[in-house]
């Protein structure tokens, strides 16, 4: 009987010994979590601190580029609104009479330099600015072609230079209107003239014409051969 109550009284005493323990366990825990929020949150504050200026920035950056397609949309589309409009001239140019008799073009043809455009190229699909710029090397390559023909031609070729100029003006219009869908505009800006409809119109107009002609050259060759076989027979 001493013997239980003797271990009852050390049990008793170790239980009051190990509260004040388990309450600085306790303590030392709740500081510890404290802590860790506390770090937490500062971990959590400097994140947000680094991320931010950055997220702030690409959003900018992104208005920016997107203020500077929709610019170079409306500068780049008039320039090639006033190139497509002086081909549109030379299309309808049917040439007069110079001195020595010969059809020669009046209009002058229209140039265009994007080079010369304070535009930033780079905000703009990689597809369109191929086709911007491929426009004065298309141009280039008409006018050589015509040049040759004019020197081996007694007639200027005015009715090819129609069909030509109309075709870079549909080429321009098209890139245009590519252009400011690109930036949600419309395809023509106010009150322009729908010269899409125009060209399409005229240009299949010129090139049945020019049909028309190499197949009536043709037809007065073969005719022309055949008069020469009778010739060549009596010759023998």
């Given at each position: 009987m001493d013997l239980i109550i003797g271990l009852l009284t050390a049990a008793a005493s170790t239980v009051s010994n190990a509260?004040?323990?388990?309450?600085?366990?306790e303590e030392?825990?709740?500081?510890?979590?404290?802590?860790w929020i506390a770090g937490g949150a500062s971990l959590a504050g400097a994140l947000l601190g680094a991320v931010i200026p950055v997220v702030v920035a690409h959003l900018h950056n992104k208005r920016s580029r997107e203020d500077e397609?929709?610019?170079l949309a409306v500068q780049v589309s008039s320039a090639l609104y006033t190139y497509?409009?002086?081909?549109?001239?030379?299309?309808?140019?049917?040439?007069?009479?110079?001195?020595?008799?010969r059809l020669c073009p009046v209009e002058t043809a229209p140039t265009l330099d994007p080079l010369s455009l304070d535009v930033n190229w780079r905000t703009i699909p990689v597809n369109l600015l191929d086709r911007i710029f491929a426009l004065p090397a298309a141009q280039r390559i008409?006018?050589?072609?015509?040049?040759?023909?004019?020197?081996?031609?007694f007639e200027y070729p005015v009715l090819?230079?129609?069909?030509?100029?109309?075709?870079?003006?549909?080429?321009a219009l098209r890139i245009a209107h590519d252009l400011r869908r690109s930036a949600n505009l419309p395809p023509d800006p106010d009150g322009v003239i729908n010269l899409v409809a125009?060209?399409?119109?005229?240009?299949?107009?010129?090139?049945?014409?020019?049909?028309?002609?190499?197949?009536?050259?043709?037809?007065?060759?073969?005719?022309?051969d055949r008069g020469k076989e009778p010739e060549a027979n009596n010759l023998h």
């Open positions: 509260a004040p323990a388990v309450a600085e366990v030392a825990a709740s500081d510890m979590r404290i802590a397609r929709d610019f497509a409009s002086g081909c549109v001239d030379v299309a309808y140019d049917s040439g007069e009479d110079d001195e020595r008799g008409v006018n050589e072609r015509l040049r040759w023909e004019a020197l081996n031609d090819h230079r129609q069909a030509e100029y109309g075709r870079l003006a549909l080429k125009k060209m399409e119109e005229h240009v299949p107009e010129l090139e049945a014409k020019i049909a028309a002609i190499d197949r009536a050259s043709r037809s007065r060759g073969i005719e022309s």
